[in-house]
């Protein structure tokens, strides 16, 4: 299957770039470029669009506020957003996150990191490393050291499995990882992740990590012992 792209970047050279990258694999199709985040978002309404690589700063309508436009849009439940950004610890990646992105790379990125990321965030993972999640993007997601976790009924339907998994998850474990770490299949591991994401309600891995930060399933640092 064909993943077909849509580039949302203000600079003609950037766009340029990618698309030459981009337009060399068989299994990937750029589709149109948008000049802003409102573009975008029409765009990926007139098009057939799996992925968006989007710029998060973009005159107009940025690429959070697109962001969100897409993500709260059901005919568009299936797109997956790509954040690029040229500060990788700007907070600005973390409104993203919350808005809806599957990921984020930086602008600085060669083309297989490039390649992969298209890739990966197609397949429905999310595109945050273990050190980003334990770390930056952990630690902006937490709730306040003391602050009670909002209610959310739908983790009490969740298995102990689900459980487990939601919060490796949420450190950045891949769906390998986590079938080492609980000495299951991959298959199992990735049976698990989905099931509880139906259950919780969120479209795709990058959000199950956002919503494990802010109801405290997990903090930043190492993960616990299981």
Same mark, same amino acid.
């Given at each position: ?75 568009? %439940? ?5 954040? $690029? /950004?040229?500060? &990788?610890?700007?907070?600005? =990646? #973390?409104? +993203? ?53 909002? %209610? ?5 339907? $969740? /298995?102990?499995? &689900?459980?487990?998994?939601? =919060? #490796?998850? +949420? ?53 616990? %012992?299981?």
């Amino acid at each position: 299957m064909t993943i077909r792209v849509l580039l949302a970047d203000d600079q003609a050279l950037i766009r340029a770039g990618y698309r030459l990258i981009l337009d060399t694999e068989p299994d990937i199709e750029v589709v149109g470029e948008a000049l802003d985040g409102r573009q975008a978002y029409e765009m990926a309404r007139a098009h057939r669009v799996d992925v968006i690589l989007m710029d998060i700063r973009m005159p107009g309508l940025d690429g959070i506020e697109a962001t969100r436009l897409v993500a709260a849009d059901e005919n568009l %439940a299936g797109v997956r957003i790509l954040v $690029l /950004t040229t500060f &990788e610890n700007d907070e600005n =990646v #973390l409104h +993203a996150l919350r808005a809806g992105a599957s990921g984020f790379l930086g602008k600085n990125v060669g083309p297989d990191e490039l390649l992969a990321g298209v890739r990966t965030v197609a397949a429905g993972e999310a595109l945050l490393s273990p050190r980003a999640t334990r770390g930056l993007v952990g630690h902006l997601l937490s709730l306040p050291s003391g602050v009670t976790p909002p %209610a959310l009924p739908e983790l009490e339907h $969740l /298995t102990a499995r &689900e459980h487990e998994v939601t =919060v #490796l998850a +949420a450190y950045g474990f891949s769906n390998d990882d986590i079938a080492e770490r609980l000495g299951v299949s991959v298959l199992t591991a990735k049976t698990h992740v989905h099931r509880a994401m139906t259950k919780l309600g969120v479209r795709d891995r990058a959000q199950l990590v956002v919503l494990a930060y802010q109801h405290g399933l997990a903090r930043p640092g190492e993960p616990p %012992a299981l």
